[in-house]
């Protein structure tokens, strides 16, 4: 599977982004997909993730309640619609895939996306 993140940019603190993880090839739909970020200095956390069918869906406490995960198997898309950000949401946000079900272990993960900048200014 190879994953394009995209929807990355620059907004203001309280602002919102959604970000697009496009996957390539037919077997999108059996993968449980997961957002993970890298904030400057620090390493790479979990975010979201989502089961292959959408049917169970996980949070980082930091982004409860703000973010939101989603996906399109018809469009081999998983979405992170994030609201009220913040600055401390600056970070390079990667898309990750794994056969079935999510995950918030970054190990466990198969397949990763180049990531999309994610910065938001006070």
């Known amino acids: 599977v190879q994953l394009q993140a995209s929807g990355g940019g620059l907004v203001q603190a309280g602002g919102s982004l959604r970000l697009s993880c496009a996957a390539a090839?037919?077997?999108?739909?059996?993968?449980?997909m997961g957002w993970f970020r890298r904030a400057p200095g620090k390493e790479r956390e979990f975010v979201s993730a989502?089961?292959?069918?959408?049917?169970?869906?996980y949070y980082a406490d930091s982004v409860k309640g703000r973010f939101t995960i989603s996906r399109d198997n018809a469009k081999n898309t998983v979405y992170l619609q994030m609201n009220s950000l913040k600055p401390e949401d600056t970070a390079v946000y990667y898309c990750?895939?794994?056969?079935?079900?999510?995950?918030?272990?970054?190990?466990?993960?198969?397949?990763w996306g180049q990531g999309t900048q994610v910065t938001v200014s006070s």
């Open positions: 990750a895939a794994k056969r079935h079900y999510s995950s918030h272990l970054e190990a466990d993960y198969d397949y």
């Open positions: 090839g037919r077997t999108f739909n059996r993968f449980g």
């Open positions: 989502i089961n292959w069918n959408g049917g169970s869906t």
